[in-house]
């Protein structure tokens, strides 16, 4: 993979964890959203509905937390070959 990689120096490999995909965080947001603007509230339109949803989304957006990568990828790559062995 190392040696595709160096022929190939436009490519960029961005690895997920099984355990960490963007389905999580998907997911990890949408439970936010029921959690502190859905589940209690009482919405008698869509339109009250839509507006919940859309403040939840604009006080998210005035402060993001953008998500750090904490592994090195020749360490994942290491962790991926090894296991692959297995």
Known sequence: ???WLARHPR???HF???S???ANAVEGWF???TRQRLKRGAFTSIAGL???INRFIAEANRKPKPLVWS???DATLLLS???DKR
């Open 1 to 3: 993979m190392r040696s």
């Open 11 to 13: 490519v960029t490999f």
């Open 16 to 18: 997920t964890p099984t």
């Open 20 to 22: 960490c995909s963007w």
């Open 31 to 33: 439970a936010k959203l």
């Open 50 to 52: 839509q507006t919940a």
């Open 71 to 73: 592994r090195s990828t």
């Open 81 to 83: 070959c090894t296991s």
